[in-house]
């Protein structure tokens, strides 16, 4: 069954430092997420992506983060200069079609970003 | 701002016995709603899902109610099996928005 792939597994970073986390999507999917779990809260939006733009954003999601489809297969999202707060469990997810109401959101394993 | 709230942060339930998770939200604009599971060091998979212009739906041994005019829905599990014991997460949508909106979670035992 396909999967939405999510590497590295773990990122650790010192504060102020610039990550890149990487997300394969399912193939023949075309709407993509990102998500963060910091330990002990719920999992919360950051961002969704449709044909090469940012399509919606939440208040966390400021200028210090960026998404990017470099090729036809990964999903970045980079974060500009870390900071302690960053601490926590990114998840990937993507769909085939626009709207939870009509196509199931899938999720990747997650990366932990641990910030020092 | 918890538009989206599980109370229980915690079930022990014995095998075979339902589980019974809940989940409140507040905001009126919400037409969908999902459950999702979770295991450690796993994304969250998707489970069950519920329209708000329906108020139940079963899928095997999952059957998640809706209660629009309290704002609640819960999912049943029956019966349960050891395999369940994860965190469940209640998921709530707009209509006119892809983000899902994630409630805390309620972490399942299942003890034989």
């Known amino acids: 069954e396909p999967e939405v792939t999510q590497t590295p597994s773990h990122q650790v970073t010192q504060m102020g430092q610039e990550v890149i986390l990487r997300c394969v999507p399912i193939?023949?999917?075309?709407?993509f997420y990102w998500y963060r779990q910091i330990l002990g809260q719920k999992v919360e939006f950051l961002v969704s992506?449709?044909?090469?733009?940012?399509?919606?954003k939440s208040e966390i999601f400021d200028d210090q983060f960026s998404v990017e489809r470099p090729d036809g297969s990964n999903f970045t999202l980079k974060i500009r200069s870390t900071k302690l707060e960053d601490s926590a469990m990114y998840f990937c997810?993507?769909?085939?079609?626009?709207?939870?109401?009509?196509?199931?959101?899938?999720f990747g394993p997650g990366t932990r970003l641990t910030v020092l | 701002d918890q538009q989206v709230k599980q109370n229980s942060p915690s079930l022990s339930v014995q095998e075979g016995r339902i589980s019974i998770l809940n989940c409140d939200y507040t905001?009126?604009?919400?037409?969908?709603f999902l459950w999702y599971k979770k295991y450690p060091a796993e994304g969250p998979t998707f489970l069950i899902s519920?329209?708000?212009?329906?108020d139940k739906n079963e899928d095997g041994r999952f059957t998640v109610f809706l209660n629009k005019s309290a704002k609640h829905l819960s999912l049943h599990i029956v019966p349960s099996q050891p395999g369940d014991s994860a965190v469940y997460f209640c998921?709530?949508?707009?209509?006119?928005?892809?983000?899902?909106?994630f409630g805390t979670g309620t972490r399942l035992q299942v003890f034989p």
């Open positions: 998921a709530a949508s707009e209509d006119n928005t892809d983000k899902l909106i």
């Open positions: 997810a993507s769909n085939r079609l626009a709207g939870a109401i009509t196509d199931t959101q899938y």
């Open positions: 992506f449709y044909n090469n733009e940012i399509s919606e």
């Open positions: 519920i329209s708000s212009i329906k």
């Open positions: 905001n009126s604009m919400f037409d969908y």
């Open positions: 193939s023949n999917h075309l709407y």
